[in-house]
């Protein structure tokens, strides 16, 4: 698969489908989940015309691994060196739950003079609960705020994975390759850390182009309602929740997630 080096020397792996001449899409996946995650996309953007880039970032799928760079910051440069390195402009940038905060992340540090539009994928803006932002990662509260993600992503038990079907199990094991391994190591649990106490709703407010906010009605770490309160913070947002979904909607409702996706890309 082909690469490209960060400024600080780490290559990140990416994979490429559809027209070269074509609209670019980025699709970034979240954490611990490969490019490959995104194979549903990639076939659907590539039959509408799109030049389909999809990103693994440091320390997941093919990339590498490096002893540094474990936050999100980090993360966010690395986007904008993937989009510098391919000269890349008028850019979607399709984020899934962690990537969807890299987007944030990248906006923050660069602005949008890359950017046509965003798609952030059932990641709410800020995972820690408040009075003004009931819509975080259930049951994360100041009180647990250095202590919750520490050791892993934990469950929150609100939906089992047997409730959504052997159609959407098979679909999510398929994807990440049988399943994800939940032992992390430190610099995963750095990353992991850093992400769960990151607040991106000032970059979201800020951003002057378009952003689709996407939530599975079912999914397993926060109140769908996330995306519509999400979509009111920015400028120009609009929100669609995906009946019969969960956190990984792009994977576990594939045609019903492309059809929103072209949708918006179409009206653009």
Do not use: C
Request: aromatic content about 8%; proline content about 6%.
């Amino acid at each position: 698969m082909p690469t490209i080096r960060t400024d600080d020397g780490v290559r990140l792996s990416y994979t490429e489908h559809g027209d070269p001449a074509g609209e670019p899409v980025v699709l970034i996946a979240g954490f611990k989940a490969a490019a490959t995650s995104w194979k549903p996309q990639q076939k659907a953007l590539a039959a509408a015309g799109y030049r389909v880039l999809s990103l693994d970032r440091r320390g997941h799928g093919l990339s590498d691994r490096p002893t540094a760079g474990a936050t999100m910051a980090r993360h966010g440069r690395d986007l904008g060196d993937f989009l510098g390195a391919l000269a890349l402009s008028r850019v979607v940038l399709v984020g899934g739950s962690m990537g969807g905060n890299v987007i944030w992340s990248y906006v923050s540090s660069f602005g949008t003079g890359r950017v046509r539009a965003i798609v952030i994928v059932d990641q709410t803006p800020k995972m820690l609960n408040a009075a003004d932002w009931p819509f975080g990662f259930y049951g994360y509260t100041e009180d647990n705020r250095d202590t919750l993600f520490a050791e892993t992503v934990p469950n929150p038990g609100r939906v089992s994975l047997f409730s959504k079907g052997p159609v959407r199990i098979a679909r999510l094991l398929r994807a990440l390759g049988g399943g994800e391994r939940r032992e992390l190591s430190e610099l995963e649990r750095q990353l992991l850390g850093d992400h769960a106490r990151a607040d991106w709703r000032p970059t979201v407010a800020a951003a002057d182009v378009p952003v689709l906010f996407v939530a599975g009605r079912e999914s397993e770490f926060w109140p769908a309602e996330h995306a519509p309160a999400a979509a009111s913070l920015a400028r120009r947002g609009t929100a669609v929740l995906l009946a019969h979904d969960g956190h990984a909607a792009n994977i576990e409702q594939p045609r019903r997630f492309n059809r929103a996706l072209l949708r918006f890309l179409s009206q653009l």
